[in-house]
């Protein structure tokens, strides 16, 4: 047999150093500041529910509200809905059971629908909780009983999808469509008896996603033309092709915009747009007092997505007389860019088609035009106006679909004359979140 293997030898440990929070003369101490997210920074406000009727009385509180809701218990998502429900004395010995039940339904309605149900409704969540019920010991309820109930974060749509909680939502009747995404709180307490009679007190509560943009918002001083190289990554291109007629050529609108494509409802949006091809089209997106002046500036190329695409090295000089804010008056094309919230609603095989407004159209600021260099480019700025103080995720739920997009948009006010420029838009998924970015 072959010998054993004799294990080395180890020298003997040193011990371990005394440690203290006292710094040495080698050493600096880190001072670190641990960051408490705002999404779970509960208030300490308290909303109450008060119930009468025929001699029975109870009152329903909501704690942890934050001071600046009102008095709709307001929650985000991975909140926990506490608080009491509060027994008077009077008709509390004639109490068999309470129970809690947190709901969550859809209802939609659109113009194409005349019959007297109006549209429909459906429930996606429906989770009942029991705080108390009568046993052979305790005949009695308690004065006081608490309640701590978790908010599901997703719920198991039509198609047996897991799908995120959605935020709760109210669309207007105006847009000819209808959708509201509505939470209650349900308090039930039975009373003893043959029929078993009931007192419920139900109470609208709103849920809202509460996210932020995964990078800070660009500085509206920094352009797209002079951030470009220094940070490329910053910004995002995105392309419309427009052909033309009786031309085998074409133009290409380009639109930069911060590459995340996912903006706090708060954040003004700065964007890039630029358009190239053959300079008789081009002079169709200028006033005619404008189509001979060039604003010089180099050229560099800049490739994304296999997309090569001329930027200049630096923006020229500002001049009032050659970039006036908002659409070129006298050109006979123009270019829109507007924030669009889009809404599908599908009911008894009817489908409803919505366009909603978030933002008005970009003011644009011409910022280089060279004509025979072939292109010309605009800087501008998009304000979302949401309106609402919960912006919804994207969301799909039985029967309703919400999306927010950005619209470029290209338009011949004069087919006629507008060198056979062909109007055409196309529109980019984007995401609204409403928390900023934390400093």
Request: hydrophobic fraction near 35%; aromatic fraction near 8%; charged fraction near 20%.
């Amino acid at each position: 047999m072959p010998e054993a293997l004799t294990p080395p030898t180890y020298c003997e440990s040193l011990p371990s150093p005394a440690y203290t929070t006292s710094a040495g003369a080698e050493e600096i101490s880190l001072d670190q500041t641990v960051r408490v997210s705002s999404r779970h920074d509960r208030g300490t406000h308290s909303v109450v529910r008060e119930y009468q009727s025929k001699g029975f009385e109870f009152s329903v509180t909501f704690q942890r509200q934050r001071d600046d809701v009102g008095t709709t218990p307001t929650y985000r998502q991975e909140d926990i809905i506490s608080g009491f429900v509060q027994l008077k004395q009077r008709g509390a010995s004639t109490v068999h059971a309470i129970s809690i039940k947190i709901e969550g339904h859809l209802e939609l309605t659109t113009s194409n629908i005349y019959d007297s149900a109006g549209g429909s409704k459906s429930s996606f969540l429906n989770a009942t909780f029991e705080l108390w019920k009568q046993s052979g010991r305790e005949t009695i309820p308690p004065d006081i009983l608490d309640y701590a109930l978790p908010l599901p974060p997703t719920f198991i749509d039509n198609h047996d999808v897991e799908r995120p909680l959605p935020s709760s939502i109210s669309l207007p009747a105006s847009s000819g469509v209808t959708a509201n995404i509505c939470y209650s709180v349900d308090v039930k307490v039975q009373i003893k008896g043959f029929l078993k009679k009931s007192h419920r007190l139900n109470t609208p509560i709103k849920f809202g996603w509460r996210s932020n943009p995964p990078v800070p918002p660009l500085a509206l001083e920094h352009s797209c033309l002079s951030t470009l190289k220094s940070a490329p990554e910053s910004w995002g291109q995105l392309s419309l092709d427009i052909p033309l007629l009786k031309s085998t050529e074409g133009l290409r609108c380009t639109l930069a915009l911060p590459a995340s494509r996912v903006y706090c409802i708060k954040d003004p949006i700065p964007v890039h747009v630029q358009i190239a091809g053959p300079s008789s089209a081009l002079r169709q997106f200028l006033p005619h007092s404008l189509a001979s002046v060039a604003i010089s500036g180099s050229i560099v190329t800049s490739t994304s997505s296999g997309t090569t695409t001329g930027f200049p090295d630096d923006p020229p000089p500002f001049d009032d007389n050659l970039s006036p804010v908002g659409v070129l008056s006298g050109a006979k094309c123009q270019i829109h860019l507007i924030l669009q919230r889009r809404v599908m609603i599908s009911i008894f095989d009817n489908l409803e088609y919505r366009s909603l407004p978030l933002s008005g159209p970009a003011q644009l600021v011409l910022v280089h035009s060279d004509i025979d260099a072939g292109w010309i480019a605009w800087n501008g700025v998009l304000v979302p106006d949401v309106g609402e103080a919960w912006a919804p995720e994207p969301l799909r739920i039985h029967g309703l679909s919400i999306s927010d997009t950005i619209v470029l948009s290209v338009r011949s006010t004069d087919k006629r004359e507008a060198a056979g420029v062909v109007s055409k838009s196309q529109s980019f998924p984007v995401k609204f979140v409403v928390d900023p970015f934390p400093l």
